[in-house]
């Protein structure tokens, strides 16, 4: 029941105090109970030093950290980049980066920052989802940091999507 109820918060926010939903995501995660899980879904609404810290320390030393990266959508400060790279850079499990990768567009579409360069770039040629490559383009784009060289591939990408992206960046920039 708890499960079901922490993922009605994941697509609005908890109407209460965040400190109930924070100590669940305390707890010791498992594959068996998703209850962390949902738990860190929930509090992506919400800006506190206490999910902050917990984000931080969580990130830090856990092998699940697409679990966790929902604390930092409220939360990001400028300078994580660079947490958000190691943990990028640390894995190569096609299925691990793609649970990554959502984590990481939710926490850039809310932040917009160049600092989002070099851990979505390190996705980006991991990843093998059009989609969210796309996602990953359209961030990089809107922030200013898409790099010429991608550019140039995006002309290329067996997405179609992506090739579409292509070309609007290009019409504007001759415009």
């Not at 999910?51 to 950290?65: E, M, S, Y």
């Not at 990266?69 to 980066?97: E, F, Q, S």
Request: with cysteine; hydrophobic share 35%; charged share 35%.
């Amino acid at each position: 029941k708890q499960e079901k109820y922490l993922r009605v918060f994941e697509g609005t926010k908890y109407p209460y105090d965040y400190r109930l939903i924070l100590e669940i995501a305390k707890n010791r995660n498992s594959r068996d109970n998703r209850l962390v899980e949902f738990a860190c879904e929930s509090l992506r609404y919400f800006r506190a030093m206490a999910i902050r810290q917990f984000a931080i320390d969580k990130l830090n030393k856990t092998n699940n950290p697409a679990d966790y990266l929902p604390l930092l959508v409220a939360n990001y400060k400028k300078g994580d980049w660079k947490l958000l790279r190691t943990i990028a850079a640390k894995y190569r499990d096609k299925r691990i980066i793609h649970s990554l990768v959502c984590g990481y567009i939710d926490i850039y579409k809310v932040n917009k920052t160049k600092e989002c360069k070099k851990p979505l770039e390190i996705l980006y040629e991991k990843l093998t989802c059009g989609p969210h490559r796309l996602e990953i383009l359209e961030i990089l784009y809107s922030n200013g940091v898409l790099s010429r060289k991608i550019l140039k591939e995006m002309e290329y990408d067996s997405y179609e999507e992506t090739r579409e992206l292509h070309l609007k960046i290009k019409a504007k920039k001759f415009v």
